[in-house]
T-cell receptor, first 117, second 115 residues
Framework: AQKITQTQPGMFVQEKEAVTLDCTYD???????LFWYKQPSSGEMIFLIY????DQQNATEGRYSLNFQKARKSANLVISASQLGDSAMYFC??????????????WGLGTSLAVNP | KAGVTQTPRYLIKTRGQQVTLSCSPI?????VSWYQQTPGQGLQFLFE???????NKGNFPGRFSGRQFSNSRSEMNVSTLELGDSALYLC??????????????FGNGTRLTVT
């Protein structure tokens, strides 16, 4: 079963507006970590933000914030004041604690974001 | 601090050949992971190395192999290349790799095209 679901293959946003990229996950592990990465056309995967399952507050990093709703198993990325340079693919990923040494990240299929001037 | 370095950036090979990709992690990072990225399958985990030992392996055939050296640099090898091996191969390093909150830091990737 797919563990990370990103339902929006593509999104458009106007420059300077905020945008929310959806991510839902599935796990029975009470301890896990959620990550968001950005991949511009150059190919490099850039780490944006992390949310731990036991974190009391939503993570924030500059213009990025994570809307973490644990009961709904969603971890949506919010980008405020979009910039042209935000145009890229965005991936949500999860690591489960009880995976032991199997600490690989499980990835969604990504959302392509285009910021319009 | 230098980031993760992958070489080469681009490769074109023909079916049946073999290829070796290289990855230098961030200084001090001992965990190196490899991922294959294709448009249809997304990112698929290949393997992870920590202190020269393969710690975990994904569901790829034995044609895909890797190793890690004492300086944490890693190589992956694909033998008997198939057309379906065409993909972006991403290497990532992390400081510890054992904690939930230890993010992976990726290189620019090697784009392999098999003709």
């Amino acid at each position: 079963a797919q563990k990370i679901t990103q339902t929006q293959p593509g999104m458009f946003v106007q420059e300077k507006e905020a945008v929310t990229l959806d991510c839902t996950y599935d796990t029975s592990d009470p301890s896990y970590g959620l990550f968001w990465y950005k991949q511009p056309s150059s190919g490099e995967m850039i780490f944006l933000i992390y949310q731990g399952s036991y974190d009391q507050q939503n993570a924030t990093e500059g213009r990025y914030s994570l809307n973490f709703q644990k009961a709904r198993k969603s971890a949506n990325l919010v980008i405020s004041a979009s910039q042209l340079g935000d145009s890229a693919m965005y991936f949500c990923a999860m690591r489960e604690a009880n995976a032991g040494n199997n600490r690989k990240l499980i990835w969604g299929l990504g959302t392509s974001l285009a910021v319009n001037p | 601090k230098a980031g993760v370095t992958q070489t080469p950036r681009y490769l074109i090979k023909t079916r049946g050949q073999q290829v070796t990709l290289s990855c230098s992690p961030i200084s001090g990072h001992r965990s190196v992971s490899w991922y294959q990225q294709t448009p249809g399958q997304g990112l698929q985990f290949l393997f992870e190395y920590f202190s020269e030992t393969q710690r975990n392996k994904g569901n790829f055939p034995g044609r895909f192999s890797g190793r890690q050296f004492s300086n944490s640099r890693s190589e992956m090898n694909v033998s008997t290349l198939e057309l379906g091996d065409s993909a972006l191969y991403l290497c990532a390093s992390s400081l510890l790799g054992a904690d939930n909150n230890s993010p992976l830091h990726f290189g620019n990737g090697t784009r392999l095209t098999v003709t």
